[in-house]
């Protein structure tokens, strides 16, 4: 049995029915993207860390398969450079799920993954505007459609994901604020 047979069967009967779809989907690109291409030919058995650990370093030099347009020709062509850290983590999780059930099933002694180490996202430094820069800012957008949502992001503390998630009907457009 080797690693891409086993992903198919492991996404199916054990991933689909406990996940999302979008994260199935997200899975599903994962594996066929990066993956298969990389590990899919190895032998459950045969597969080890240090398979693992180089893969993980190969996709963050050069993992990235996206394409973009070349501006001089208008053809579409390989994006380059590699994975983002969060990615190379995102496929060691899928990894080490898939494997681990392999392992429950007494299909692998050992799950390969638990020893490899996925890399570190180091923490950015957060960057603020300042009270006046808000003030600047939400004064020269009172007239763009989303106001109502500028507003609300720089005073509630809302995420960009929850402000865009509300019904437009509860935004208050005409309502004086504290920007008025």
Request: a positive charge; glycine letters at 6%.
């Amino acid at each position: 049995l080797n690693l891409a047979t086993w992903l198919n069967t492991w996404c199916d009967a054990y991933a689909k029915p406990n996940i999302k779809q979008s994260t199935y989907e997200s899975y599903l690109q994962q594996i066929r993207c990066h993956i298969v291409p990389e590990l899919g030919g190895i032998l459950l058995k045969r597969l080890t860390t240090t398979d693992i650990q180089c893969f993980y370093a190969k996709m963050l030099e050069s993992g990235n398969k996206s394409k973009v347009q070349d501006p001089e020709t208008g053809d579409m062509v390989d994006r380059g450079g590699g994975l983002s850290p969060a990615t190379v983590i995102r496929i060691h999780n899928i990894l080490n799920a898939a494997l681990e059930q392999a392992k429950n099933e007494n299909k692998i002694a050992v799950n390969p993954v638990t020893a490899a180490k996925p890399p570190r996202i180091e923490k950015k430094e957060m960057k603020v505007l300042s009270q006046d820069q808000v003030t600047i800012f939400l004064q020269s957008s009172k007239e763009y459609r989303y106001y109502g949502a500028y507003v609300l992001a720089a005073t509630s503390g809302m995420r960009r994901g929850e402000v865009l998630g509300l019904p437009w009907a509860n935004f208050f457009l005409n309502h004086p604020g504290p920007f008025t």
